[in-house]
């Protein structure tokens, strides 16, 4: 084991909480994505302008900032950072509450904050991908895509 510094011993903030909105969107992918072994959930934040609210179509996701595809459905060097090309297989799950080419929630908003999870492979390209979603403004969650097949191409 390296030696490592010695940290300071000190009580948890009170006020350095996670959002609980957030910790429970990330729950939902850690607790559906039970490939093994997967990655642990991140947050997604569009790359290019930093927003972290996307609308949500068929299979692919757009930043509301700078209306950018995410690469979900059609990855290619943009899209997930570090991310090879693949191609979307049909998930477990059919993307709930999804009126024809755009996603809303039960009271009809179309804006979501994501966090998402994959599997790697033996080759370390991601195999299934999880993607949940928040709407920040009734705090409801879906599911989006649920252990979805990744071909890598
Ligand atoms: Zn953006
Ligand atoms: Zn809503």
Request: net charge negative; with cysteine; aromatic share 6%.
């Amino acid at each position: 084991m390296p030696a490592q510094a010695p940290k300071p011993a000190r009580a948890p903030e009170p006020t350095q909480e996670v959002e609980p909105a957030h910790e429970a969107l990330l729950r939902l992918v850690r607790d559906t994505h039970r490939g093994k072994p997967a990655t642990e959930p991140v947050l997604v934040i569009c790359r290019w302008c930093g927003a972290t609210e996307f609308t949500v179509g068929d299979t692919e996701c757009f930043c509301i900032g700078c209306c950018l595809p995410l690469g979900v459905g059609n990855g290619e060097e943009h899209g997930f950072p570090g991310q090879y090309p693949w191609r979307l297989e049909a998930g477990d799950t059919p993307i709930p509450a999804c009126a024809a080419q755009r996603c809303c929630c039960h009271d009809g908003h179309a804006e979501f904050e994501l966090a998402l999870a994959t599997t790697p492979g033996p080759d370390h390209r991601p195999r299934t991908l999880t993607i949940a979603l928040h709407c920040p403004q009734d705090h409801s969650l879906h599911l989006y895509l649920s252990n979805a097949h990744l071909t890598p191409r």
